[in-house]
T-cell receptor
Framework: KAGVTQTPRYLIKTRGQQVTLSCSPI?????VSWYQQTPGQGLQFLFE???????NKGNFPGRFSGRQFSNSRSEMNVSTLELGDSALYLC????????????FGQGTRLTVV | GIQVEQSPPDLILQEGANSTLRCNFS?????LQWFHQNPWGQLINLFY???GTKQNGRLSATTVATERYSLLYISSSQTTDSGVYFC???????????????FGQGTILTVHP
């Protein structure tokens, strides 16, 4: 079956702009989590959506937001981009049970100039 | 929140050597996964192992949940094993943590021919 699909793979944006990233989960997966990876901070949890509701949230400013659609696809939005938002953004999907295995997409590499 | 520590941070091997990577965590977990991050950034699932021992080819993993650590063994290493290895955990402690993985800082493995 198809894996987790993230689009786009690469993005270059200017400071102050906003960006939307997309994640399509494995069929049957209802949980989508987002992570930010930077060289300095490593992999950090942004938020998780399950059945169109945000279920968990990490320690990121309100500029970072997300949503989930009825088909479980999720989008992540970052407004008023800052240079420090340059990172690899990864999404992971799962069945939604805490003990369930998570599967990651290929990531979106965002560069803010 | 839960703390995850991986050791060693860096590991350099000659092809054919064996290695052991360690992951210590600070609280009980309901999910523990080992990942290999490929050069393009995708996290590849190696093991889902909240407890017990598993083997997959030259790789094996053991988690001793009561002592809060996990080990990843790589035997007869190959240059293609190079990359970053991450341990990630989730826990129900303190409330609902479904879908939230906490990552260690990773072990950078370099295998020379």
């Amino acid at each position: 079956k198809a894996g987790v699909t993230q689009t786009p793979r690469y993005l270059i944006k200017t400071r102050g702009q906003q960006v939307t990233l997309s994640c399509s989960p494995i069929s049957g997966h209802r949980s989508v989590s987002w992570y930010q990876q930077t060289p300095g901070q490593g992999l950090q949890f942004l938020f998780e959506y399950f059945s169109e509701t945000q279920r968990n949230k990490g320690n990121f400013p309100g500029r970072f937001s997300g949503r989930q659609f009825s088909n479980s696809r999720s989008e992540m939005n970052v407004s008023t981009l800052e240079l420090g938002d340059s990172a690899l953004y990864l999404c992971a999907t799962g069945t939604g049970r805490g003990e369930a295995e998570a599967f990651f997409g290929q990531g979106t590499r965002l560069t803010v100039v | 929140g839960i703390q995850v520590e991986q050791s060693p941070p860096d590991l350099i091997l000659q092809e054919g050597a064996n290695s052991t990577l360690r992951c210590n965590f600070s609280d009980s977990v309901n999910n523990l996964q080992w990942f290999h991050q490929n050069p393009w950034g995708q996290l590849i699932n190696l093991f889902y192992i909240p407890s017990g021992t598993k083997q997959n080819g030259r790789l094996s993993a053991t988690t001793v949940a009561t002592e809060r650590y996990s080990l990843l063994y790589i035997s007869s290493s190959q240059t293609t094993d190079s990359g970053v290895y991450f341990c990630a955990v989730s826990t129900n402690a303190g409330g609902t943590s479904y879908g939230k993985l906490t990552f260690g800082q990773g072990t950078i493995l370099t295998v020379h021919p």
